[in-house]
């Protein structure tokens, strides 16, 4: 699978073909009339005291178009583009044709849209020059004797790539997955068999628990977080810095990246505890790759020059021309060419799914549905205390996860409206609100097989039985939603936000 194919599938394209069976006759028929129906109903039901008719109309709109984002009738991109032509054209947006044609195009001002437009060309980067595969391959090297050692091999793989790569499909079931599936056919394991127990489903299934929490700790490590940033800021006005939302994140993620692989090791055990051929063959491929490359070696420092930035000159410099510096860099030194900026048509897809249903998410606010919504909730939520308030919410926000095929469609659909509700209550800022809905987003990837870009590889790739996949969903679920509550809300609270 190329690398266009891989970062498709993160931006709500369809994952590759072995993740599909034969579709029913009836799906399509499904896919197209369900988002028309939900719509059409909501359209026709009784205005709710308090809105306009206006408003309403559009709320049938978004929710017809959220809809048709899960059902996906066509590519994401697709959807959002006829959501927003859809809505300036029947003037629910704008007094005037001029406003509402600026509202529809806003989505493609926001910055946070050029950012994870930016890092997907550092994906790119990753792949034309080697440089995601050595590092995965040198880690395995180094710690791959022993089936533990390449959990947290493949752990540590993820991480020093996650900020870089903002599809965890590329990331992750481009560039982790294929070295992976090397490993277990050196000791007899094969997928759709008895022997995938041996040594492959433990490696292959932590592999996605690992690539759920790095989504998590970094902004630019899975596409829908950046595309939250555009929502908080679009909804509440408010902007969370790089370095403030890994600050945020970093006690439950180092935590879960420490004790997932061991956790998993011993409630999803291998049959084979040792794996001496696993460095050998490394050390094969290594040699193989000879040494490092003027490329590898020149997008190695851009990027670490970028993290440096977005760490420590955020007050300087913007984070999304940090990422438009490095790909200006890559493309002077010749780590890609302009061409293949051109003929990465997914990472453009992205641009255009990323612009369309911020803008749509926007529409929300702006006919006051936010508002109305926001004030309608909020009583029931302000009963409690702080502390049941915010567990509330984020409970609820994070297993609705379980109606959502990825994450795109979930932050689309229910991130405004939570946020809108969160900032009517007391006791946190609407940062803090912000954050505490935001920062989960990669960790409710794991409960289900299509509840982030690269479940579906995972899931259909032999080595998982579906009821393993479920059940061990459903442990991880639980346990990254504990682990949030205790140690990350309490972890806001400290830091001020």
Avoid at 41 to 60: E, Q, S
Avoid at 320 to 344: E, F, G, K, P, Y
């Amino acid at each position: 699978m190329t690398a266009p194919d891989r970062i498709e599938t993160a931006a709500g394209g369809k994952p590759p073909s072995s993740a599909h069976k034969e579709p029913a006759v009836w799906r399509p028929f499904v896919k197209v009339g369900l988002p028309l129906v939900v719509g059409a109903a909501i359209a026709l039901a009784p205005v709710p005291a308090g809105l306009t008719t206006n408003a309403w109309l559009y709320f049938a709109l978004f929710a017809a178009v959220m809809l048709a984002v899960v059902t996906e009738p066509m590519p994401i991109a697709a959807v959002g583009l006829m959501g927003i032509v859809a809505a300036g054209v029947s003037g629910l947006i704008g007094e005037t044709p001029s406003e509402a044609t600026a509202w529809a195009l806003g989505g493609f001002a926001n910055s946070t849209v050029w950012l994870v437009f930016a890092a997907c060309l550092f994906a790119v980067g990753y792949e034309k020059t080697g440089l995601g595969r050595r590092i995965a391959l040198l880690l395995i090297r180094k710690m791959g004797r022993r089936t533990l050692g390449l959990g947290y091999a493949t752990m540590f793989a993820d991480l020093s790539l996650a900020p870089f790569m903002p599809s965890n499909t590329a990331r992750s079931g481009g560039t982790i997955y294929p070295i992976l599936t090397n490993i277990p056919g050196l000791y007899g394991s094969r997928p759709n068999d008895a022997s995938a127990g041996k040594i492959g489903s433990y490696l292959i299934y932590n592999a996605l628990a690992i690539t759920c929490v790095t989504s998590s700790m970094f902004q630019t490590a899975l596409a829908p977080n950046v595309m939250a940033l555009g929502i908080v800021s679009a909804t509440i006005g408010v902007n969370i810095a790089w370095m403030d939302w890994f600050l945020a994140a970093a006690p439950v993620g180092i935590l879960l990246l420490a004790v997932v692989p061991f956790l998993l090791y011993k409630i999803y055990p291998p049959e084979i505890k040792e794996s001496p051929d696993a460095p050998r063959w490394a050390a094969a491929e290594l040699h193989r790759m000879g040494p490092f490359t003027r490329r590898e070696k020149t997008l190695l420092i851009l990027v670490s020059a970028a993290l440096a930035m977005w760490i420590g000159a955020d007050d300087t410099i913007d984070a999304t021309m940090v990422a438009m510096l490095v790909v200006t860099l890559m493309l002077l030194l010749r780590v890609i060419t302009w061409q293949d900026a051109l003929s990465n048509g997914p990472a453009w897809n992205i641009l255009i799914w990323l612009a369309t249903l911020v803008t749509l998410a926007n529409g929300l606010a702006r006919v006051g549905f936010v508002k109305w919504l926001a004030e309608s909730l909020a009583p029931t939520f302000a009963s409690h205390g702080v502390a049941v308030s915010m567990t509330l919410l984020v409970t609820s926000f994070f297993f609705l996860h379980y109606l959502f095929a990825g994450v795109t469609s979930h932050v689309s659909a229910l991130l405004p409206v939570f946020l809108a509700v969160a900032v009517e209550l007391p006791g946190a800022t609407p940062l803090g609100w912000a954050m505490l809905l935001c920062l989960p987003l990669g960790l409710m990837g794991i409960i289900t097989p299509y509840g982030t870009g690269p479940s579906p590889i995972y899931y259909s790739c032999g080595y998982i039985p579906g009821k393993d996949f479920w059940r061990l969903g459903a442990i991880l679920g639980v346990l990254y939603f504990v682990a949030y509550v205790a140690i990350g809300v309490p972890w806001l609270r400290f830091l001020g936000f």
